[in-house]
C-alpha cells in the first residue's frame, strides 16, 4: 500500500523568503504522479503543481518547485518570494488504484500548517 | 467554466440519523471523488463514481453510499451517523478515467458536525 508522509506539522517563513516542505512516500510502482496541494482557509484545496516520475526534471510553477528524488523517495516543495496569500495548509499527494478502471484516486500525507508573516 | 460546487455548506445532526451532501462537478467532468478530512488531517478517500457506478472503494463502511446521475452530479449518503463521522466531506472532479495525471479540481467541501 502507498503512504505519504509529512513530518513538519507546522512551519513559518517571514514575508520574501524561501521555505521548503518535506514530503517522503513510499510505492512499489516505477511511473506515477506526485502532487502538492493547497488549502487555505476557505477549505478550496488547490493543485499547486504536479510532478511525474519518470521525468528526472523537477517540476517548477512560478515561485513553486520541487525536488524530485526517485531513490530517496522524497519529494520537498519549495516556495521562493513567500507571499501572504501563501498561508494555507500543504498536503502532499499520490494517486493510487483503489480497485475500478480508472485512477485519480488520491492518498494524502497529513499537511503542513505553512504560516508566512508580514 | 463553472467549478465544482458543494451543498450545504454547513450541516449539523444527531447521532443515528442520516445525511446526504450533494456535489456538482465541473463541466465536462464525468469522474467525481468523495474524501472526508477530519479536523486537522488530511483527506481520505471515500470512493469514486465514473458514469454513474461506483469505480473503486476506500477503507469505508457500507453505511457510506453514493450516487452519481446522468449529468455527473453525485451524492454522498451517510446512514446511521456516529460522532467520528464529523469532519469536512470534499468533492472532486476529473475529467477522464485512465490517465493518473488527470487533475482533480475539488469543491469547497461541506463541513458535517454529528452531535
Known amino acids: 500500500a502507498q503512504t505519504v508522509t509529512q513530518s513538519q506539522p507546522e512551519m513559518s517563513v517571514q514575508e520574501a523568503e524561501t521555505v521548503t516542505l518535506s514530503c517522503t512516500y513510499d510505492?512499489?510502482?516505477?511511473?506515477?504522479?506526485l502532487f502538492w496541494y493547497k488549502q487555505p482557509p476557505s477549505r478550496q484545496m488547490i493543485l499547486v503543481i504536479r510532478q511525474e516520475a519518470y521525468k528526472q526534471q523537477n517540476a517548477t510553477e512560478n515561485r513553486f518547485s520541487v525536488n524530485f528524488q526517485k531513490a530517496a523517495k522524497s519529494f520537498s516543495l519549495k516556495i521562493s518570494d513567500s507571499q501572504l496569500g501563501d498561508t494555507a495548509m500543504y498536503f502532499c499527494a499520490f494517486p493510487f488504484n483503489a480497485g475500478g478502471t480508472s485512477y485519480g484516486k488520491l492518498t494524502f500525507g497529513q499537511g503542513t500548517i505553512l504560516t508566512v508573516h508580514p | 467554466e463553472t467549478g465544482v460546487t458543494q451543498s450545504p455548506t454547513h450541516l449539523i445532526k444527531t447521532r443515528g440519523q442520516q445525511v446526504t451532501l450533494r456535489c456538482s462537478s465541473q463541466s465536462g467532468h464525468n469522474t467525481v471523488s468523495w474524501y472526508q478530512q477530519a479536523l486537522g488531517q488530511g483527506p481520505q478517500f471515500i470512493f469514486q463514481y465514473y458514469r454513474e457506478e461506483e469505480n473503486g472503494r476506500g477503507n469505508f463502511p457500507p453505511r457510506f453510499s453514493g450516487l452519481q446521475f446522468p449529468n455527473y452530479s453525485s451524492e454522498l449518503n451517510v446512514n446511521a451517523l456516529e460522532l467520528d463521522d464529523s469532519a469536512l466531506y470534499l468533492c472532486?472532479?476529473?475529467?477522464?478515467?485512465?490517465?493518473?495525471?488527470?487533475?482533480?479540481?475539488f469543491g469547497p467541501g461541506t463541513r458535517l458536525t454529528v452531535l
Open positions: 472532486a472532479s476529473a475529467a477522464g478515467t485512465t490517465q493518473v495525471r488527470n487533475e482533480q479540481f
Open positions: 510505492t512499489s510502482e516505477n511511473n506515477y504522479y
